[in-house]
């Protein structure tokens, strides 16, 4: 195992996200050069000078193929993601991508091709992986105390006013690409070396479709694995706009020939309420005075710094490149497994069939 390697990281995209990742970057203790790119240069400058970055500039090549960048975060929208990834692996350079790995099977196969061809390193940004709860649910299992898992049941709940954010951002998206994504990996995670050959998906619409969007309000799917274990899956975001999540309200059970794991990650124990209202965590200018804390996916800004899935995922990639130490991030292979399941849903839900994994 390496010692104290020092890094120089690149990220790639100064939104959202990107802006997360270049904070916990910039106080990690192995950082050595930071740099920083937006093809909108002005927030790349913002983000930069926030983060006392070495190099801010609006083309990406660039600081991807700077001698002193090590490792790239690639934090761009996600038909954007592809460009970045592959430059990236042809100059050797370890990557770490948001979710999910790309929106297309030809995408996500070349950039599988190309990680295969290199021999570098790619991982794909699903926090849940690293999420206290799941990961000591996924402990139990690997301790062999479920026995084998013949079923899994899962949903998650979001409010309109997020999804409407979402759409803003990206018209075509599905729920199920940007949200169900999380769970169709976390489900693949648990099954481990068990592979999915069927999928069938039902949807219905009708919020989203008055705002002018085509998106589903409900997606529910049943995946079934070669061993005959069966998966229910299912996501709404479009509860009321101010129902009081601030991201993912989520229910997980497996069941195991030997026993099972309930996770309710709702957060109704861990509730706000407040006459001054408090600022939505994803949607600008929106309110609540009623919140389940901890419904933030990402995390949380707590006493000067961020906690929770994203913050752990980002400072567990540094530690492993800086010291060797094992990671559980998700795996190319397995990022496009999930794009392939993600599609199969979306696909069964428009057209009612059946659809067969591996899609032709």
């Known amino acids: 195992m390496e010692r104290n390697k020092r890094l120089g990281v690149a990220v790639v995209g100064s939104g959202r996200i990107g802006t997360l990742r270049a904070n916990m970057v910039s106080k990690h203790p192995s950082l050595e050069f930071l740099a920083i790119s937006d093809k909108e240069k002005e927030r790349a400058e913002t983000l930069g000078e926030s983060v006392a970055a070495n190099l801010v500039t609006d083309d990406n090549y660039e600081i991807i193929s700077h001698p002193k960048v090590d490792t790239v975060i690639v934090s761009t929208p996600e038909h954007d993601h592809t460009e970045s990834i592959i430059q990236a692996l042809e100059l050797g350079k370890p990557v770490f991508v948001e979710k999910p790995l790309a ?4 995408d996500a196969n070349k950039i599988v091709e190309t ?22 649910a996924r402990e139990q299992v690997d301790q062999g105390r479920l026995g084998e898992i013949i079923a899994i049941n899962a949903r998650v709940y979001n409010s309109r006013a997020q999804m409407e954010q979402i759409l803003i951002r990206s018209p075509h998206a599905t729920m199920v690409m940007d949200a169900l994504t999380y769970y169709v990996d976390m489900v ?11 999928v069938v998906a039902r949807a219905n619409g009708k919020v989203f479709r008055k705002m002018g969007y085509e998106s589903e309000d409900v997606t529910w799917a049943i995946i079934t694995f070669e061993d005959g274990a069966v ?17 993912q309200s989520a229910r997980f059970e497996v069941l195991g020939t030997d026993g099972v794991i309930l996770l309710d990650t709702d ?7 407040t006459d001054k209202g408090v600022p939505h965590a994803y949607v600008p200018g929106h309110q609540s005075s009623l919140v389940f804390m901890q419904t933030n996916s990402s995390g949380d800004w707590s006493m000067g710094d961020y906690w929770g899935p994203i913050a752990n995922e980002t400072r567990t990639w540094l530690d492993h490149l800086a010291t060797g130490h ?10 496009r497994q999930t794009v392939e399941l993600t599609m ?12 067969k994994i591996p899609m032709v």
Request: with cysteine; charged share 25%; glycine share 8%.
């Open 103 to 106: 929106l297309t099977l030809e």
């Open 267 to 273: 957060n109704k124990d861990s509730l706000l309420y």
């Open 188 to 198: 693949c995670w648990f099954k481990a070396g068990i592979k999915p050959v069927e």
């Open 344 to 355: 199969a849903i979306d696909l069964s839900a428009k057209t009612g069939e059946k659809i």
């Open 231 to 247: 998966v229910n899956l299912g996501i709404c975001y479009a509860l009321p706009a101010k129902y009081p999540t601030h991201g």
């Open 326 to 335: 094992p990671c559980q991030h998700t795996t190319a292979q397995e990022g």
């Open 115 to 136: 990680v295969e061809k290199t021999g570098v390193e790619l991982r794909v940004g699903y926090s849940r992986r690293h999420d206290r709860r799941w990961m000591v």
